[in-house]
């Protein structure tokens, strides 16, 4: 029942890894988002899509690259980890410029 | 670019006062939301305010909005322990673009 899902929920691995976390929403939203929470608990949008096609764009590294196979999933892919990566990665999504839903979080810590 | 401050960024209160969140934000917007962040957690939602004198309560929390002044409030009321928690305040700036304050963090004391 769970309407933003989150895998996986902890993340440790070793710099120069790749990764993935994937999302996936089960609330019928044409949008998805994935934000960045750092140490400080800042919280920064990284990417938007809707209905699969890439909206928000921000100025990421492009060792991070997102894809959304289908209008429920967004998945984040993060090439050649570095330390300053670690941070908690939200994904949310929305119906239009409704509410965010966000989903419960992935802790990245890399050594 | 859009900055979106809160104030203030930590706050420590008794149960049972009052007190108010400020969330200032620097280029127009008539969209913006708030939502609470317990320790290890999501975030969860507590209100959207979509146009110029927007006012929404749920339980002790109410929170308004002056996009003339760009200027947000949430106030507490008789402050309860289960209201500790990091409240962010949210401007959309298009697209669905949201643009997160710093949060403030709220300890709530017996």
Same mark, same amino acid.
């Given at each position: 029942?769970t309407?933003v899902?989150q895998?996986p929920?902890?993340l440790?691995?070793?710099?120069?890894?790749?990764?993935s !976390?994937k999302?996936?929403?089960?609330?019928?939203?044409?949008?998805?988002y994935?934000?960045?929470?750092?140490?400080?608990?800042f919280?920064? !949008?990284?990417?938007?899509y809707?209905?699969?096609?890439? !909206?928000i764009?921000?100025?990421v590294?492009?060792r991070f690259? =997102?894809?959304? =196979?289908?209008?429920?999933?967004?998945?984040l892919? !993060?090439?050649s %980890?570095?330390?300053?990566?670690?941070a908690?990665?939200?994904?949310?999504?929305?119906?239009?410029?409704d509410?965010?839903?966000?989903? =419960?979080?992935?802790?990245?810590t890399? %050594? | 670019e859009?900055k979106v401050?809160?104030?203030?960024?930590?706050?420590?209160?008794?149960e049972?006062?009052n007190?108010?969140i400020?969330?200032? $934000?620097?280029t127009?917007?008539?969209r913006?939301y708030? $939502?609470?962040?317990?320790p290890g957690?999501?975030?969860e939602?507590l209100? #959207?305010l979509?146009?110029?004198?927007?006012?929404?309560q749920?339980?002790?929390l109410?929170?308004?909005?002056?996009?003339?002044?760009?200027?947000?409030?949430l106030h507490i009321?008789?402050? #309860?322990?289960?209201l500790?928690?990091t409240?962010f305040?949210? #401007?959309?700036?298009?697209?669905?673009?949201? #643009?997160f304050?710093?949060?403030?963090?709220?300890t709530?004391?017996?």
């Open positions: 029942d309407a899902s895998t929920k902890y440790v691995t070793q710099m120069g890894n790749d990764k !976390i999302c996936e929403q089960n609330l019928g939203h044409d949008t998805m994935w934000y960045k929470q750092d140490s400080k608990k919280l920064k !949008i990284m990417f938007s809707n209905n699969k096609e890439l !909206i764009n921000e100025t590294p492009n690259s =997102p894809k959304s =196979p289908d209008k429920a999933h967004l998945n892919h !993060i090439n %980890l570095e330390l300053g990566d670690s908690v990665y939200f994904c949310a999504s929305s119906q239009e410029a509410t965010q839903y966000f989903g =419960p979080g992935t802790r990245l890399v %050594l | 859009l401050e809160q104030n203030p960024l930590f706050l420590s209160m008794q049972g006062k007190y108010t400020y969330c200032n $934000y620097s127009t917007s008539d913006l708030w $939502y609470r962040q317990d957690k999501s975030l939602s209100f #959207v979509l146009s110029n004198g927007a006012v929404k749920e339980g002790r109410m929170a308004s909005l002056d996009t003339k002044a760009r200027l947000s409030t009321t008789a402050a #309860v322990h289960d500790s928690a409240y305040c949210a #401007v959309d700036m298009g697209v669905q673009k949201l #643009v304050g710093q949060g403030t963090r709220l709530i004391n017996p």
